[in-house]
């Protein structure tokens, strides 16, 4: 039985008392551990935020954006609008949902998930990303994560963007696997790359396993990583899921890197 099962079948009195020590209990919490800013760790009236000075150099990206891109346009010029990064040179993905803009804040923070285990910051980070990514999730079939090949998942001991991927589907309700798209070969990190060199290196690293594939074709599906920056990695992703038969694929990141977008 289940604890949503038992929870259904006990008594409203006892459902009453549980709710009353659970409350109690995050009393008790909130007394001893105050909640506190995830950046900078000062105190804030919620848990699981930022405080204003924080927010504010957080950079979040909200409408007018590229409708493609997501990158954001400095005026609102009406409408739904194409940049002219994207109009030059299209994505293979359709399109592209970040939370903020890659600046100091949203970089330490993103640190200190990867490197730092500060693994409770999935959370807040994933309730953030499905409000960005509302229309994408609306009717997509399936979250994936891009995929680290083995070398690489083994130094770091978990991949990030699986993590978020399946806190991001508890949140918005679409599904999210792992084993849809693999890494064929390790790659150099692409840290310091052109954007060139990036797309060079990417270049035929993803695959689908054929076991796979009948699960891709047809599907609308949306990676979902950590930052985007160039949109190599992303767009070397697309091509392999597009090959296999998906019928569409979208992008959802934390971050992503303005002024190369």
Excluded at 103 to 118: C, I, N, P, T
Excluded at 167 to 185: I, N
Excluded at 226 to 247: F, W
């Amino acid at each position: 039985m289940t604890i949503a099962e038992t929870e259904a079948e006990t008594p409203g009195p006892r459902r009453s008392i549980g709710s009353l020590f659970g409350k109690l209990g995050r009393f008790v919490v909130d007394v001893i551990l105050p909640p506190t800013c995830l950046a900078c760790r000062t105190p804030v009236g919620e848990g699981g935020g930022l405080c204003p000075q924080c927010w504010i150099g957080a950079g979040f990206i909200e409408r007018p954006y590229c409708e493609r891109l997501g990158t954001p346009f400095p005026s609102d010029y009406g409408g739904s609008l194409i940049s002219p990064a994207a109009l030059a040179e299209p994505p293979a993905y359709g399109r592209a949902r970040a939370v903020a803009r890659y600046g100091d804040v949203v970089r330490d923070l993103m640190h200190m998930l990867k490197y730092g285990d500060r693994l409770d910051l999935v959370h807040a980070f994933a309730r953030w990303m499905t409000r960005a990514g509302a229309e994408l999730l609306a009717d997509a079939d399936v979250l994936m994560p891009v995929p680290l090949h083995w070398t690489r998942l083994w130094q770091r001991r978990f991949n990030q963007s699986s993590a978020l991927a399946r806190a991001v589907s508890k949140f918005s309700g679409v599904p999210a696997t792992d084993h849809l798209l693999s890494r064929a070969r390790a790659t150099p990190p692409q840290f310091g790359l052109a954007r060139k060199e990036r797309t060079r290196n990417v270049q035929g690293a993803f695959e689908v396993p054929k076991a796979s594939r009948v699960e891709v074709k047809g599907k609308k599906l949306v990676l979902v990583d950590d930052i985007l920056t160039t949109g190599a990695t992303v767009d070397a992703c697309t091509k392999a899921l597009l090959r296999a038969g998906a019928a569409r694929v979208d992008v959802l990141v934390l971050a992503r890197v303005v002024d190369q977008a």
